[in-house]
């Protein structure tokens, strides 16, 4: 006898067709996209390091090579930038200079004019770092200019030296730290 056939078709559940159907297809889809970014990563690393042996890697290999270089350039970055040495020297002169002035304000015994003469001196010492420090750049920046042989190689010997010779007067360039 041969089957019968119903004109009705079977009917197949979504849950059993995703499973059959879809659920395949989306794993090759996530795997594809997942292999398309791994090769992304591997000629990307190979550039920036100028080596092509992560190429030739597995996908692990490859990964754990990614890693590192990523590491090293984190670490690269992250690596301070040394100041300069008078830039290092004026932060901790200013750093002394505020910690001399909150031990003055909180000794009790300490009289306000010698407070003040303290700071006044260490402003004035301050500003006179700073303005040789510029002429120093500006002479560093400039051609410089030959000695003459009966120069002992002084500053006093400088035809600018006279500003240098007569300090300003502590009135004029009161420093203050606050």
């Known amino acids: 006898m041969a089957p019968q056939s119903n004109n009705s078709t079977t009917f197949v559940s979504k849950t059993q067709h995703y499973l059959k159907v879809k659920k395949p297809l989306l794993e090759r889809q996530r795997r594809a996209r997942m292999n398309k970014c791994l090769d992304t990563l591997k000629t990307l690393v190979a550039e920036f390091q100028g080596d092509d042996a992560i190429l030739r890697m597995d996908k692990a290999e490859m990964l754990e090579a990614a ?21 290092s020297f004026k932060n901790g002169y200013m750093n002394a200079v505020s910690e001399i002035s909150r031990v003055m304000a909180c000794t009790p015994a300490m009289s306000v004019d010698v407070g003040k003469t303290v700071m006044t001196h260490l402003g004035v010492e301050f500003q006179r770092m ?39 007067p502590a009135e004029e360039t009161m420093w203050r730290p606050w």
């Open 67 to 87: 890693l590192v270089f990523m590491r090293k350039q984190v670490v690269k970055q992250q690596a301070p930038v040394s100041p300069l040495p008078m830039d």
């Open 130 to 168: 700073l303005q040789a420090d510029q002429v120093q750049t500006s002479v560093s920046t400039s051609t410089p200019r030959p000695l003459s042989p009966a120069s002992s190689g002084y500053h006093s010997d400088n035809e600018d030296s006279q500003s240098a010779a007569s300090p300003k």
